[in-house]
């Protein structure tokens, strides 16, 4: 039984380690894991009216193998009020905005939220930090 659960603890950490392995390297090896282009940010109508005004779902997500976080986007229009502050807040007066409270977005587990407005607000990637492990 000893045997079989150690195999089973080598197997676990080899999957591990091939979850962060991007482009033919390891993480470790790779300063820069994952690609600005691996957040995705999508903004799409529900069909739902609030107050008059059409309903917006935002999702953002990440399409790389590691978790990435810090991730914070360019909102010059800032943000509309109801949203909820731990999916995405202004982060200071320079039009940035804090996605999750800065915790990770793991690839698959994308943050939603939805706002009513006029229009769909600007949202566009800045920065994140992958957080990979080697």
């Known amino acids: 039984m000893t045997t079989k659960a150690t195999t089973l603890l080598l197997l676990l950490a ?21 690609d600005p282009s691996d957040i995705t940010i999508t903004t799409e109508k529900t069909g739902r009216v ?8 935002v999702t953002i ?15 010059l229009d800032g943000v509309p009020a109801g949203v909820d502050r ?30 009513a407005a006029s229009a769909p607000i600007s949202l566009i990637f800045n920065a994140a930090s992958p957080r990979c492990q080697p």
Do not use: M, R, W
């Not at 997500?61 to 909102?75: A, F, I, K, R, T």
């Open 86 to 115: 731990s999916k995405i807040h202004v982060a200071g007066n320079d039009g940035l905005c804090l996605v999750n409270d800065g915790l990770q977005i793991v690839k698959g587990s994308p943050v939603v939220f939805t706002y």
């Open 50 to 57: 609030i107050g008059g005004l059409p309903e917006f779902q």
């Open 61 to 75: 997500g990440n399409q790389c193998s590691c978790p990435e976080g810090d991730v914070v986007l360019s909102c």
């Open 14 to 34: 080899a999957a591990a380690a091939l979850l962060c392995h991007i482009d033919g390297g390891v993480a470790g090896e790779d300063p820069d894991p994952c």
